[in-house]
Nanobody, 116 residues
């Protein structure tokens, strides 16, 4: 079955960086677009970054362009989200996502808290 397991979140100060990781299993990883979403306290879940199966194509929400970078390793079946110049408004639970066989699959999320 499809499994997505995120890691790498934590408590950081404004201006610092985080690198999130998502380990995927149960499907042909390199054939699927992978996404990172986040959900801030009291807000709806939002898509922040996507990457094509080959890794050649990426897209970002306007609010994170220039600070977030999505990447993947099809050898290790992992997708990553590098977050730089963190701001307090980046505080959220970050989720890995894949749309597979007409279903959405989610990991359990990894929390990132930005606070001085």
């Amino acid at each position: 079955q499809v499994q997505l397991v995120e890691s790498g979140g934590g408590l950081v100060q404004p201006g610092e960086s985080l690198k999130l990781s998502c380990a995927a299993s149960g499907f042909a990883f390199s054939s699927y677009v992978m996404n990172w979403y986040r959900q801030a306290p009291g807000k709806e879940r939002e898509l922040v970054a996507s990457i094509s199966g080959s890794g050649d194509g990426t897209s970002y929400a306007d609010s994170v362009k220039g600070r977030f970078a999505i990447s993947r390793s099809n050898f290790y079946n992992r997708v990553y989200l590098q977050i730089n110049s963190l701001k307090p408004e980046d505080t959220a639970v970050y989720y890995c996502n894949v749309y597979y066989r007409e279903r959405e699959f989610w990991g359990q999320g990894t929390p990132g808290t930005v606070s001085s």
